[in-house]
């Protein structure tokens, strides 16, 4: 695993709890605003990618009924001038019909630095095959 307090990561590091603070207020559209307007979403639970604001919005939408709550379990971080790449392995309490249950994915992110602040243009997230 990467070390999330050297300077060049660290701060990529802090971006994920950015992101599941942004999932726990259950509002897609705060969700969605730590999105580019180009970035790609290709989401855990759909088999469509998501390539604009509505997309990531409506895919978020349903997403957010599960109260996700997310911690990773493994991660790799690097930072490459104005981009940022934090991948590896998280999982996500979810409570649905039958109860509260987990599912273990693998991650990729891809930031990029505008002046905004830090932007995800890529996000790639996929169930573990087990």
Do not use: C
Not at 11 to 29: K, R, S, V
Not at 63 to 88: M, N, T
Request: glycine share 8%; no cysteine.
């Amino acid at each position: 695993m990467t070390d999330p307090s050297t300077p060049d990561t660290a701060e990529i590091a802090g971006l994920f709890d950015i992101w599941n603070a942004a999932l726990a207020d259950g509002d897609p559209e705060i969700v969605a605003e730590l999105y580019a307007p180009d970035a790609v979403l290709l989401p855990t639970i759909s088999n469509r990618p998501r390539t604009d604001r509505a997309g990531i919005i409506d895919y978020f939408e349903e997403f957010l009924k599960a109260r996700p709550q997310g911690r990773i379990v493994e991660s790799h971080l690097r930072r490459l001038g104005d981009l940022g790449v934090h991948s590896g392995v998280y999982v996500f309490a979810l409570t649905g019909p039958e109860g509260r249950r987990e599912a273990h994915a693998r991650f990729t992110f891809l930031y990029r630095r505008d002046p905004e602040g830090w932007r995800i243009i890529e996000h790639h997230s996929s169930l573990m095959p087990e």
